[in-house]
Nanobody, 122 residues
């Protein structure tokens, strides 16, 4: 059974940092490209960042460039999203996802997590 389980969300003050984790199981993680997505209240879901099997960043949302870093640990079947200099505009439910065809990220993903809420507020 394929599972992607996010953790690390919560409440953080503007300017603060947070690291999200996503543990994968049920498929061969290192064969898949990975991505992080988010959906803010009242808005559509958007791609945040994508990482290839080899660890190359293939996509990054303009508003998070220089602030967010995606990474992976294939030995642990886990992906991460380090988020720095957070603003209220980053408040959203964050989802991790994986796709066999790395070129599909962020347009189409094969597997999805259920999401973790990040709230940036003072």
């Amino acid at each position: 059974q394929v599972q992607l389980v996010e953790s690390g969300g919560g409440l953080v003050q503007p300017g603060g940092s947070l690291r999200l984790s996503c543990e994968a199981s049920g498929f061969t993680f290192y064969y898949y490209a990975i991505g992080w997505f988010r959906q803010a209240p009242g808005k559509e879901r958007e791609g945040v960042s994508c990482l290839s099997r080899s660890g190359r960043t293939t996509y990054s949302l303009g508003s998070v460039k220089g602030r967010f870093t995606i990474s992976r640990d294939n030995a642990k079947s886990t992906m991460y999203l380090q988020m720095d200099s957070l603003t209220s505009e980053d408040t959203a439910v964050y989802y991790c996802a994986a796709v066999w065809n790395g070129q599909s990220c962020p347009d189409r993903m094969d597997y999805w997590g259920k999401g973790t809420l990040v709230t940036v507020s003072s």
